[in-house]
């Protein structure tokens, strides 16, 4: 089943990472300049099908998004589930996994998806019936690494945490009550990060399973982060700590 991947950051990406996963890019007409040949060129090289289309077909294959004047038609990601968690974590010494409790929009899911890719997160946790689907936009605004980090959906997030606890990991949930900053909590070894969803935050049951809570400390009148944004602080603290472990 082929989906769609559009824009000229998301298809550079895709072409520098997995161009296996291309089956043929989609140009408009009307688009001719230095940077979008390039990238062209970078396609023919790889010997890709390259069709060229008026501007119209690209936005009924995008249903009106943004587009930049290029589509590229793509396999679909495989649905990763609970058998692929239980491979991951017998065969990682540390693992360092991020779990995403609800988070709906799709916008969000693709940037913490760029972020755990660049702090060299193993995977990205979600529940079913509870997180945004990893659809066109939610690729192209990982850009690159929704094809890179596995994006694992759970049935049951509580008993999935139950199976991180079963396997010595540390679980450590954000929530702006906590007492703890996460600057004050150790964030190395074997590690699971939770981040709550959009403005509700983690799930009871979720929070009951994490082993300690922490806050990001704000220092304005903004109370709270977006999602992607309290992401990107958190694991980049925990990135800062696990490299400071490995000279120390």
Request: glycine share 6%.
């Amino acid at each position: 089943m082929a989906e769609t991947l559009f824009g000229v950051h998301a298809v550079r990406a895709l072409l520098e990472t997995t161009p296996e996963m291309v089956l043929k890019i989609v140009v408009a007409e009307s688009r001719d300049d230095k940077r979008l040949q390039s990238l062209l060129q970078q396609a023919k090289q790889l010997g890709l099908r390259i069709e060229y289309k008026e501007r119209r077909v690209l936005d009924q294959m995008t249903d009106g998004a943004v587009h930049q004047g290029i589509v590229a038609e793509v396999k679909a990601l495989p649905t990763l589930r609970e058998d692929f968690l239980e491979d991951l974590l017998a065969k990682t010494p540390e693992p360092f996994l991020l779990v995403l409790d609800g988070i709906t929009d799709p916008h969000n899911l693709g940037a913490c998806l760029r972020t755990a890719d660049a702090a060299g997160v193993n995977a990205v946790i979600v529940p079913k019936d509870k997180s945004a689907s990893l659809n066109a936009t939610a690729r192209k605004v990982a850009c690159g690494a929704a094809e890179r980090v596995p994006l694992i959906y759970v049935t049951n997030l509580a008993r999935t945490l139950r199976l991180l606890k079963d396997n010595d990991i540390w679980i450590i949930g954000t929530a702006g009550e906590a007492t703890q900053s996460i600057y004050q909590a150790p964030l190395i070894g074997k590690l699971a990060l939770v981040m709550g969803a959009e403005g509700e935050g983690m799930r009871r049951l979720t929070r009951e399973h994490c082993d300690t809570l922490v806050n990001i400390p704000m220092q304005g009148s903004v109370s709270s982060l977006n999602v992607s944004v309290a992401t990107g602080v958190s694991l980049f603290e925990a990135l800062r700590q696990r490299l400071a472990a490995q000279v120390s």
